[in-house]
């Protein structure tokens, strides 16, 4: 068979297939290549300039003989999605040149072979583009689809579906480097996607969140190793970091019915919310009652401007007094919803508003109030202390934080030493640094800064060396039970925590004291500032005067 019958029959072999395939096509290709004297066809394929001027390709050898040789002929093309393609057409080393003709006829061979594979590598390229992210992981579209075809096979039902949030990635990229940190988290993927195999799918949804669909025979493996796993980080000497996860699973029944993709992703979202909510389970199975919670969270979501705009939140105040002398040294402003007659506790929309931003604007909505009270207590001639207003971490995205908060104070007229702002811990360094810029910046406009619960979070003690508070207040968890603990562990860690705050001259005050067992306790470890139920609730502003005009509470000795 001549050149031209060969070359038609692998065109028309090739034009067939859905993805180029040159090992489909190998007898026409072997014959065409002997021809031809031809020893190896290479090509290689770089996803840009950059990756060609460093040499790092792709390479296809569509055809080799095993024969030495020498290159004779090349070509290079650029794609419309900017890959470049090179094509080099070896001949056998001894072997005779090519006449005029043959190098024409193998010239023209090389640019049907290269665009072959440029077609290739566009097909490659698209379902890239299509189905993974930047990173390289299986992205949500692929997930989707994944679902969608299982549910028109029928294998659906009987399986379990799975949504993940990697636990504190932040730190683990703190400690080992986000670079390192990368490489932990697609070795953490692998290892998923090899328990998985070819009987389910796994996806990235975004940053650390993935959803899984798998088999229920792997379930227990799968759970298993999102409870836990060590992963290498650095193959040289072995070292290791635990990595973990936040699941929620929903087991898929033999009658379920899916009319959308969300019919399973709402289940699997709500269980892994609850499940990274409660702090104490690391995987909760979805039930009904979760899908009535993600309901509620709508509602609240949807009734929050309406209750802003008719200021259904009141401020209630908690004072801060003195052990020893039982004055009222300050108090904290703490948020009660008044809804249709009824108070919403805060549990019930504190966590919900957290969620999004709106906890954002309910903070500014509290301060304003807060100042608007010490400006009418200071026009009124009042006793005046200073309140503390708590600030969510979410407010660490806002880069005009600090103007946000000085306007508020300024623009109600409230001298600055009569207000405290209550930060928590954060959880990433890009969160520290603001943290930090903002608690300096408040330092110099004279407003009180305070570090609530302190000894709860992961790196309390960076937080107070590397920032400059005025307060530190001490999580109720680290109070001493009773005067009579004495060497207990809480004991020996609330002494220290006292002594050190005061050495680096802070005040200190002790949250949730409810007893005067405690309250001894705290005058044995020299804290003299207390706040809690033993001394009152949070009141409503009018009860909370009343305290202020007293001034003081009675104190046992």
Request: hydrophobic fraction near 40%; glycine fraction near 6%; aromatic fraction near 10%.
């Amino acid at each position: 068979m001549n050149f031209h019958a060969l070359f038609e029959k692998m065109l028309k072999e090739l034009n067939s297939m859905k993805k180029i395939d040159f090992s489909l096509v190998k007898e026409e290709l072997e014959s065409i290549c002997d021809m031809f004297r031809i020893s190896k066809i290479a090509t290689k394929t770089y996803q840009n300039a950059k990756l060609e001027e460093l040499g790092k390709a792709d390479v296809i050898i569509s055809y080799d003989s095993g024969e030495e040789g020498t290159v004779a002929l090349s070509s290079r093309i650029v794609t419309d999605m900017l890959n470049i393609i090179t094509c080099e057409v070896h001949i056998r080393n001894g072997a005779e040149p090519w006449s005029s003709e043959e190098a024409e006829t193998v010239s023209f061979f090389l640019d049907t072979v290269t665009v072959y594979v440029s077609r290739n590598r566009i097909q490659e390229a698209a379902k890239r583009f299509a189905f993974f992210d930047d990173d390289g992981y299986h992205n949500f579209r692929y997930f989707v689809r994944y679902l969608q075809r299982a549910d028109i096979e029928g294998k659906l039902t009987g399986r379990a579906a799975l949504h993940f949030n990697l636990r504190h990635f932040a730190l683990v990229n703190k400690q080992i480097g986000r670079s390192l940190g990368s490489m932990v988290m697609h070795s953490f993927f692998s290892a998923l996607e090899e328990m998985i195999s070819e009987k389910g799918a796994i996806c990235r949804i975004g940053g650390d969140n993935f959803a899984i669909i798998c088999d229920r025979e792997c379930l227990n493996d799968v759970l298993g190793y999102l409870s836990g796993a060590a992963v290498v980080y650095d193959v040289h000497s072995g070292d290791r970091i635990m990595v973990s996860a936040s699941v929620g699973v929903f087991l898929i029944p033999d009658d379920f019915v899916m009319e959308d993709v969300g019919d399973i992703l709402d289940k699997i979202i709500a269980a892994s919310t609850a499940a990274k909510v409660n702090g104490k389970q690391n995987i909760v199975f979805f039930s009904n009652e979760m899908l009535a919670e993600k309901d509620k969270v709508m509602r609240i979501q949807h009734l929050f401007p309406k209750a802003i705009e008719k200021e259904e939140y009141h401020v209630f105040y908690q004072p801060k007094v003195n052990i020893n002398t039982g004055e009222i040294v300050g108090a904290e402003a703490l948020c009660r919803w008044f809804r249709d007659g009824k108070i919403v506790p805060p549990l019930e929309f504190i966590p919900i508003l957290e969620q999004g931003l709106e906890i954002c604007k309910l903070d500014f909505y509290m301060l304003d109030h807060v100042c608007r009270d010490i400006r009418r207590w200071l026009d009124e001639g009042r006793k005046v202390v200073r309140v503390s207003v708590n600030l969510s971490r979410k407010h660490m995205v806002d880069i005009d934080l600090l103007e946000h908060l000085l306007e508020i104070v300024d623009r109600n007229n409230v001298p600055h030493e009569y207000v405290e702002i209550e930060l928590t811990e954060t959880t990433t360094d890009v969160e520290f640094r603001d943290l930090k810029r903002v608690v300096n910046g408040l330092r110099q406009a004279g407003i009180c800064t305070s570090v609530d619960d302190f000894g709860m979070g992961y790196s309390s003690l960076n937080l107070i060396k590397e920032i400059p508070w005025d307060v530190m207040k001490v999580d109720k968890n680290f109070l001493p039970e009773d005067e009579n603990s004495e060497g207990s562990i809480k004991d020996v860690m609330f002494h220290y925590v006292v002594g050190m705050a005061r050495a680096m001259g802070l005040e200190c005050i002790a949250e949730g004291v409810e007893t005067q067992a405690q309250v001894r306790a705290l005058r044995n470890n020299k804290c003299d500032l207390a706040q809690g139920f033993l001394y009152d609730k949070p009141l409503p502003v009018d009860e909370f005067e009343k305290r202020l005009d007293i001034g003081r509470y009675e104190v046992e000795d």
